[in-house]
Structures are given as structure tokens and as C-alpha cells.
T-cell receptor
């Protein structure tokens, strides 16, 4: 089984809808991240979390919110989706005591906002 | 903050030819450098990393990268590529003091042709 899983893998939604992307991990890592990937732009950090009580904004947090329900679960929400949020979204985890600064990525969620 | 420039968006090569994927970074502090690979429909996987010590780092599948501080570069090379190396490659940089802000390049799509 994969260490980092994301659901759904693909989602099409309409402008203005609320949507949640979920991430679960079995690696036991405290740190979790949400990125979006756009062609020609690489990955950009949306939010990251050090533990359940520690949530931090990344480079492009506007229009997004997150929830860390447990050490293993980190959800990303779009309160009112807009077309320019169409992208590939990745969740990642890391443990600085284990191979410093390496991040482990999930398979991604492809989100299309029409 | 750190930044990364990948100089080539696409690199087509023939099988068994050598390849170099170029990466330059910008930072005012010491950095850690990474190459990640993304195979079709998958998340990113760490290929190799430079943290300290020897400036030449190698991966298990024949890739190598050399940290050049004076030229602020971390180019990825392989002397002989295989069809299975076809993927997108991302260079990433983080501060040696704060890994929470890892910046990724836009990616280089390597296509190996028979």
C-alpha cells in the first residue's frame, strides 16, 4: 500500500462550489504539505503543518484553507472554487530526523474547475 | 527566499546518449539542493540530494549531479539514458536553516527516443 494517499484522484467541479481534497499517510511523519502544480510553474507550496496544532501558510494560500484532523490526515479545502484553481494538487510528508529535508509525495489529485 | 531556474523545459534525446538537465539557484544563505523525478501519472520521487560534503552526488540509477557554489548550479547528468528515464525532472532548493520553504523549478521534460 502507498505511504501517502490522496482522494479523490480526479475531480471536476463548477465555479463557486466548495471542495475538499484529502490526504492520508502511514509514514508516521509529523510534517505535511500541500502543493499545486501548474504547467511551466513547477510546484508551489499552499500550506504546511508541523503537527495537529501547527498550520502555516505557504507561498500561495489565498483561496485555500486546510485542516489537520490527526497526525495522519491533512485536508485542503477550496471554499469557493474558481477556474484558475484548476491544477494538479500534491500532498507530501517529511520527517527532519529521517533523511533530512526529503519530502514524500502522494500520487496527486487532478482538479478541474469549470 | 530561494529560487530555482531550470534552463530547459524540454530535452529530447536518443536512447544511450548522454544528457544534462540544467539547474541554477539563487539564495542569500546556505542551501540544500534536490532533484525529484515525476513519472507519468505519479507523484514526485526524490532522485538525489546535496546537503553537505562531496559536491558530486549520485543516484542508484546512474544519475549524478554536481553542486557548484561559484556558479550556483546543480546540473543533473547521465552518461547513457534509457527509455525508462522518460519523465519530468524537478530541481528544488531549500534553505539550510529552514526546510519548510522548499522552492521547485518549473521542471524539465526528458523524452528518450529509441
Amino acid at each position: 500500500d502507498a505511504d501517502v494517499t490522496q482522494t479523490p484522484r480526479n475531480r471536476i467541479t463548477k465555479t463557486g462550489k466548495r471542495i475538499m481534497l484529502e490526504c492520508s499517510q502511514t509514514k508516521g511523519h509529523d510534517r505535511m504539505y500541500w502543493y499545486r502544480q501548474d504547467p511551466g510553474l513547477g510546484l508551489r507550496l499552499i500550506y504546511y503543518s508541523f503537527d495537529v496544532k501547527d498550520i502555516n501558510k505557504g507561498e500561495i494560500s489565498d483561496g485555500y484553507s486546510v485542516s489537520r484532523q490527526a497526525q495522519a490526515k491533512f485536508s485542503l479545502s477550496l471554499e469557493s472554487a474558481i477556474p484558475n484553481q484548476t491544477a494538479l494538487y500534491f500532498c507530501a510528508t517529511s520527517d527532519p530526523t529521517e533523511g533530512p529535508y526529503e519530502q514524500y509525495f502522494g500520487p496527486g489529485t487532478r482538479l478541474t474547475v469549470t | 527566499a530561494q529560487s530555482v531556474t531550470q534552463l530547459d523545459s524540454q530535452v529530447p534525446v536518443f536512447e544511450e546518449a548522454p544528457v544534462e538537465l540544467r539547474c541554477n539557484y539563487s539564495s542569500s544563505v546556505s542551501v540544500y539542493l534536490f532533484w525529484y523525478v515525476q513519472y507519468p501519472n505519479q507523484g514526485l520521487q526524490l532522485l538525489l540530494k546535496y546537503l553537505s560534503g562531496s559536491t558530486l552526488v549520485e543516484s542508484i540509477n546512474g544519475f549524478e549531479a554536481e553542486f557548484n557554489k561559484s556558479q550556483t548550479s546543480f546540473h543533473l547528468r547521465k552518461p547513457s539514458v534509457h527509455i525508462s528515464d522518460t519523465a519530468e525532472y524537478f530541481c528544488a532548493v531549500s534553505s539550510a536553516y529552514n526546510n519548510n520553504d522548499m522552492r521547485f523549478g518549473a521542471g524539465t521534460r526528458l523524452t528518450v527516443k529509441p
